[in-house]
């Protein structure tokens, strides 16, 4: 090999390549039109970096290295190519604690080592450590919640001065082997214990409404611990991965929080996401049923209608049905829209992926700014699944938990039918005044079996 | 790399993440939590190099388990949020495309 063609020459000219093609991709998922390449470009851009770290010099442990991705892989792959997409985020959240999990073991293996770093490299390992221990058992726990392994909240008095004595504690041992004062192995183990049940218990107590900004916190954090531990090994793509992982996921988190009128320190510490608020302010009037047929007739010969879907309609499976009633309607000549809440689904965006699976292509969905100013113009708004965010208590009572929250303006249009299962109050436990309203009807039913007699209404127009 | 230049990599990594991320519309957050996610499956390299320097045998199961969960990381990442991404269709190109739902 010539001389200017060194293996540390490839390696760093691969790195710097991998971290063009991360950033390029992550640019091109910002968009609808580019966003499926923008993840083929990432990919690329990890598979060269993964081939080349092979060349890296002074290596041993071949075979394990092999093994080890082989069997990561293969598991991670099957799992990943049969969850359902309405189980995404947990699927994202158990990756995501992968991610931290593997930059705490980075960690671990320099700190048993206990080799000669400095000051600064040895501060960063352990702070890579714990970030990426809580992270890792943090998103376990998100996951367990979200898939229904883990039902109850965990609370108990005086838990928020406990996690806090959980933190000094793990900082004070992290700090006893960063400045070598004693770096023993037991040190270490404990450092580690303690980072790892506080990711347990700062997460437990969190409600699972909540979970999607916890997620994308930790998703967050462990950008952060990858760039940590980035440093301590010297390597560049860590480093800008991990950091620009770590400050837009930060953006991120900071949007769905927003979006769901909460702040961050509030979703936390607050454990608001489960137990909801209780009774608010009395709603009065009657909730009034309608049929099928007649809800038919009125969509059909309506000008425009809009859908406002919600998780209720995944976890129906009704999604291909709804489409294919709005494809039935288009064809009649009426403007059929859907709008889609910050918060609709289990995290933002999540809806939108949930009806792109079924086939609504993207320009027909507008979000809560494009939208809310329509409703005042459309014939019907056709409320499916979706609860607290078409409450108009969020706008006018203050004493509700969920004041404050922006929703989407159902109420203002001249007709709204809700698709409900039961009479039952919602996800939060809050009474929805808009079932109250007089221009509101119900069409009890299960999500799938209304929209398809929705369908058969429609048709026999003719 | 000396510390200053690593500082100003992080410093300048920091705001190109929150330049990509800041004009992106709410329809595409959970792909995009999902593709960050997965960039941050760079963490296999490290492993990688964490377990091929490992010596006893608790550095190398700990650089084992490492390596095992990048890979998850960065595997599960990638095809999940592939996955996501193949659904987004405009309606012009879903007119040219597989025909969806019973006529």
Same mark, same amino acid.
């Given at each position: 090999?010539?001389?200017?063609?060194?293996?540390?020459?490839?390696?760093?000219?691969?790195?710097?390549?991998?971290?063009?093609?991360?950033?390029?991709?992550?640019?091109?998922?910002?968009?609808?039109?580019?966003?499926?390449?923008?993840?083929?470009?990432?990919?690329?851009?990890?598979?060269?970096?993964?081939?080349?770290?092979?060349?890296?010099?002074?290596?041993?442990?071949?075979?394990?290295?092999?093994?080890?991705? #082989? $069997?990561? &892989?293969?598991?991670?792959?099957?799992? %990943?190519?049969? @969850? *359902?997409?309405?189980?995404?985020?947990?699927?994202? /959240?158990?990756?995501?604690?992968?991610?931290?999990?593997?930059?705490?073991?980075?960690?671990?293996?320099?700190?048993?080592?206990?080799?000669?770093?400095?000051?600064?490299?040895?501060?960063?390992?352990?702070?890579?450590?714990?970030?990426?221990?809580?992270?890792?058992?943090?998103?376990?726990?998100?996951?367990?919640?979200?898939?229904?392994?883990?039902?109850?909240?965990?609370?108990?008095?005086?838990?928020?001065?406990?996690?806090?004595?959980?933190?000094?504690?793990?900082?004070?041992?992290?700090?006893?082997?960063?400045?070598?004062?004693?770096?023993?192995?037991?040190?270490?183990?404990?450092?580690?214990?303690?980072?790892?049940?506080?990711?347990?218990?700062?997460?437990?107590?969190?409600?699972?409404?909540?979970?999607? #900004? $916890?997620? &994308?916190?930790?998703?967050?954090?462990? %950008?952060?611990? @990858? *760039?940590?531990?980035?440093?301590?090994?010297?390597? /560049?793509?860590?480093?800008?991965?991990?950091?620009?992982?770590?400050?837009?996921?930060?953006?991120?988190?900071?949007?769905?929080?927003?979006?769901?009128?909460?702040?961050?320190?509030?979703?936390?510490?607050?454990?608001?996401?489960?137990?909801?608020?209780?009774?608010?302010?009395?709603?009065?009037?009657?909730?009034?049923?309608?049929?099928?047929?007649?809800?038919?007739?009125?969509?059909?010969?309506?000008?425009?209608?809009?859908?406002?879907?919600?998780?209720?309609?995944?976890?129906?499976?009704?999604?291909?049905?709804?489409?294919?009633?709005?494809?039935?309607?288009?064809?009649?000549?009426?403007?059929?829209?859907?709008?889609?809440?910050?918060?609709?689904?289990?995290?933002?965006?999540?809806?939108?992926?949930?009806?792109?699976?079924?086939?609504?292509?993207?320009?027909?969905?507008?979000?809560?700014?494009?939208?809310?100013?329509?409703?005042?113009?459309?014939?019907?708004?056709?409320?499916?699944?979706?609860?607290?965010?078409?409450?108009?208590?969020?706008?006018?009572?203050?004493?509700?938990?969920?004041?404050?929250?922006?929703?989407?303006?159902?109420?203002?249009?001249?007709?709204?039918?809700?698709?409900?299962?039961?009479?039952?109050?919602?996800?939060?436990?809050?009474?929805?005044?808009?079932?109250?309203?007089?221009?509101?009807?119900?069409?009890?039913?299960?999500?799938?079996?209304?929209?398809?007699?929705?369908?058969?209404?429609?048709?026999?127009?003719? | 790399?000396?510390?200053?230049?690593?500082?100003?990599?992080?410093?300048?990594?920091?705001?190109?993440?929150?330049?990509?991320?800041?004009?992106?519309?709410?329809?595409?957050?959970?792909?995009?939590?999902?593709?960050?996610?997965?960039?941050?499956?760079?963490?296999?390299?490290?492993?990688?190099?964490?377990?091929?320097?490992?010596?006893?045998?608790?550095?190398?199961?700990?650089?084992?388990?490492?390596?095992?969960?990048?890979?998850?990381?960065?595997?599960?990442?990638?095809?999940?949020?592939?996955?996501?991404?193949?659904?987004?269709?405009?309606?012009?190109?879903?007119?040219?495309?597989?025909?969806?739902?019973?006529?």
């Amino acid at each position: 090999m010539p001389a200017f063609l060194s293996a540390d020459l490839l390696i760093q000219g691969s790195y710097l390549l991998t971290a063009f093609l991360f950033i390029m991709g992550l640019k091109r998922m910002s968009s609808p039109v580019t966003a499926r390449s923008g993840i083929v470009w990432a990919g690329a851009g990890m598979l060269l970096a993964t081939l080349v770290t092979f060349l890296y010099p002074d290596m041993t442990n071949y075979p394990l290295i092999i093994a080890a991705i #082989v $069997v990561g &892989s293969a598991v991670a792959w099957w799992s %990943g190519k049969r @969850v *359902a997409m309405t189980d995404m985020p947990q699927m994202i /959240a158990l990756y995501n604690g992968m991610g931290g999990g593997a930059a705490a073991a980075i960690a671990a293996v320099e700190l048993y080592r206990g080799g000669d770093h400095g000051l600064v490299t040895m501060v960063l390992a352990v702070a890579g450590g714990l970030i990426g221990a809580v992270s890792f058992s943090g998103s376990l726990i998100a996951f367990g919640k979200l898939q229904g392994l883990i039902k109850r909240s965990f609370r108990f008095s005086g838990q928020q001065i406990f996690n806090l004595l959980l933190l000094v504690v793990a900082l004070a041992l992290g700090g006893m082997v960063a400045l070598h004062l004693n770096a023993s192995p037991a040190i270490v183990t404990a450092f580690f214990a303690a980072a790892l049940l506080l990711g347990i218990t700062m997460t437990l107590p969190i409600g699972g409404a909540d979970m999607p #900004v $916890v997620i &994308s916190l930790y998703n967050a954090l462990t %950008g952060l611990a @990858v *760039a940590f531990e980035g440093f301590v090994l010297g390597n /560049a793509a860590m480093i800008i991965a991990g950091t620009v992982v770590g400050s837009a996921g930060t953006l991120l988190t900071q949007l769905m929080a927003r979006a769901m009128n909460r702040s961050l320190g509030n979703v936390l510490f607050s454990g608001f996401g489960e137990s909801g608020g209780g009774a608010a302010g009395e709603v009065t009037g009657s909730m009034k049923s309608i049929e099928a047929s007649d809800v038919g007739v009125m969509m059909a010969f309506a000008s425009k209608v809009i859908i406002i879907p919600g998780y209720g309609m995944a976890v129906a499976q009704a999604q291909h049905k709804v489409w294919e009633l709005t494809q039935l309607l288009v064809d009649r000549g009426v403007t059929v829209k859907f709008a889609i809440h910050p918060v609709a689904g289990r995290m933002p965006g999540h809806m939108n992926v949930l009806l792109a699976e079924a086939g609504v292509p993207y320009d027909l969905i507008a979000d809560l700014d494009e939208i809310n100013a329509e409703f005042e113009t459309a014939d019907v708004a056709l409320v499916i699944g979706a609860n607290d965010v078409v409450n108009p208590v969020a706008r006018n009572d203050k004493s509700s938990p969920i004041y404050g929250m922006p929703i989407l303006n159902a109420d203002k249009a001249k007709n709204c039918i809700v698709v409900k299962r039961g009479q039952g109050a919602g996800f939060s436990g809050i009474e929805n005044a808009l079932f109250y309203l007089d221009n509101t009807r119900m069409l009890y039913g299960d999500g799938q079996k209304a929209v398809a007699e929705l369908i058969a209404a429609v048709k026999a127009i003719g | 790399m000396t510390g200053i230049v690593a500082l100003y990599i992080f410093m300048l990594a920091a705001f190109t993440g929150y330049e990509v991320i800041a004009k992106v519309p709410v329809i595409l957050h959970t792909p995009l939590m999902s593709g960050s996610n997965f960039v941050h499956g760079i963490v296999l390299v490290g492993a990688m190099v964490a377990l091929g320097t490992a010596d006893t045998t608790l550095e190398k199961t700990i650089g084992f388990i490492g390596v095992l969960l990048a890979a998850g990381n960065a595997v599960g990442g990638y095809v999940v949020t592939e996955r996501m991404l193949e659904m987004f269709k405009s309606s012009g190109a879903n007119k040219g495309g597989r025909s969806k739902g019973a006529h």
